[in-house]
């Protein structure tokens, strides 16, 4: 089985500050980890993801994430928040072995910037 | 490419109906998964379907239920609904293939049950 532990249902920063969502993992088998974002009335879209090889990995919109296996952690992290950013942000892990199909997601974290 | 699509995006029905909602894939996009997303519940896993089959199920009474055309399209269906289905439904398409990466998502069809 498996599943995700988001650390913090908000977290506010202000722009131009350093933005770190917290994720920890668990799962019996190598997973595949991924971060989304959703803005309101909208659906999730694919930040990045970590499948195998470099463990930093970098997305769109300036945001990257470190899997650390020892940690089972795949934080997220952005050096200079900006307005745009103000959303809510899920982990979600898959299973290597089966498919993308059936992720399990973290409650999510509304990230709020402020001015 | 066009994205995922799901139809309607809002809909309002009272306690004791049943709803269907649909969504076309991306094209190529052989899977389609199904979660129900809740302020209280989060984003919880209903099923997939792959090839018209369905391939993984989550922890859902039998009033949930779905199908995949051989188009790759997929209807849900919620028969006898109650006040607690009220939630954003959010189709999400991959390729499909094992091992396979990430999720697209439509916007969603939020349901609201009075």
């Known amino acids: 089985a498996q599943s995700v532990t988001q650390l913090g249902s908000h977290v506010s920063v202000s722009e131009g500050a350093l933005v770190l969502l917290r994720c920890n993992y668990s799962?019996?088998?190598?997973?595949?980890l991924f971060w989304y974002v959703q803005y309101p009335n909208q659906g999730l879209q694919l930040l990045l993801k970590y499948t195998t090889g470099a463990t930093l990995v970098k997305g769109i919109n300036g945001f990257e994430a470190e899997f650390k296996k020892s940690e089972t952690s795949f934080h997220l992290t952005k050096p200079s928040a900006h307005m745009s950013d103000a959303a809510e942000y899920f982990c979600a892990v898959s299973d290597r072995n089966t498919n993308a199909g059936k992720s399990t997601f973290g409650d999510g974290t509304t990230l709020t910037v402020k001015p | 490419k066009a994205g995922v699509t799901q139809t309607p995006r809002y809909l309002i029905k009272t306690r004791g109906q049943q709803v269907t909602l649909s969504c076309s894939p991306i094209?190529?996009?052989?899977?389609v998964s199904w979660y129900q997303q809740t302020p209280g519940q989060g984003l919880q896993f209903l099923f997939e379907y792959f090839s018209e089959t369905q391939r993984n199920k989550g922890n859902f009474p039998g009033r949930f239920s779905g199908r995949q055309f051989s188009n790759s399209r997929s209807e849900m269906n919620v028969s006898t609904l109650e006040l607690g289905d009220s939630a954003l439904y959010l189709c999400?398409?991959?390729?499909?293939?094992?091992?396979?990466?990430?999720?697209?998502f439509g916007e969603g069809s939020r349901l609201t049950v009075l």
């Open positions: 094209s190529g996009h052989r899977s």
């Open positions: 999400a398409s991959s390729y499909g293939g094992p091992g396979t990466g990430e999720l697209f």
């Open positions: 799962s019996s088998v190598p997973p595949y």
